[in-house]
């Protein structure tokens, strides 16, 4: 059960990405651009992903936080650590780089595969080999 | 603004969030995409969720593949930049959400929707670093 549930919920997520056009690192990138907001060019598109996502999980989150386990058993897996490191930001601003150099992030790097592009395939094998690599030297958080 | 969709970002981005609302809710798991995915690569003793982590990052192309084979809604997916900048980019990616503990959905949308200081200094670092790598790209390199 909790293996279809993630199978169903992986798919609307890929489907929130197609619609949302989050799916295309152009669409991101001229999110990203804000130093076009002068010349008229800037595309808030990214903001209202956001602020839409935000509305629809904010409730279900608060509502999910007062359970004590999840409804297809199991624990709530919610996350206790809370300290602001360098690490946490240090990692945010090589993430942001390598974000703002192509205009792929994970999800929507995943999602379109769909596409069988190959600079996508590069694009996710190189990120799965950074997150192995990290791993590996015991980087992460 | 010629570009800018209002309305197929809100709903794509309530959709989104609907998916992680469920995940949580129904799994018990924070839908953070580069945390399932670092899950399955190093995976810890014990841990059961290996097809769970499987069957969302499976549901992450599938859905796209519904859309536009059963469906008219059309979309795009297109990079622009040289062999080299793409590799550098991901391992840049793969490396820093693995060091800051999350991407943009983890962080992003799970992370803030918990109201997450955390959460929202390591967006504001993302965000900004993205600000200025496009800046420098686009703006003084005149495209990457």
Partial sequence: MRTFVSLICGTIFGFGLYISGMIDPQKVLGFLDIWAIAEGGWDPSLAFVMGGGLAVATPIFMFAKTRSEAVCGGDMGLPTNKSITPKLVLGGLLFGTGWGLVGYCPGPAISALAFGQTDTILFVVAMVVGMGGARAMRWNG | ?144
């Fill in chain 2, 1 to 144: 603004m010629e570009n800018f969709t209002p309305v197929s970002a809100l709903i794509g981005g309530g959709l989104i969030g609907l998916a992680s609302g469920l995940y949580l809710l129904l799994n018990g798991r924070i839908a953070g995409i580069s945390g399932i995915l670092g899950g399955i690569l190093a995976p810890s003793k014990g841990d059961k969720t290996l097809f769970e982590r499987l069957a969302f990052i499976v549901g992450l192309v599938f859905g796209p593949l519904i859309l536009m084979t059963g469906t008219p809604l059309e979309a795009q997916s297109v990079v622009t930049n040289s062999l080299p900048v793409i590799i550098v980019a991901g391992l840049l990616v793969g490396v820093g959400t693995t060091v800051g503990s999350g991407c943009t959905s983890g962080h992003g949308i799970c992370g803030l929707s918990r109201f997450s200081l955390r959460s929202l200094v390591a967006t504001l670092s993302f965000m900004a670093a993205g600000f200025v790598t496009v800046l420098v790209t686009r703006h003084l390199m005149g495209g990457l």
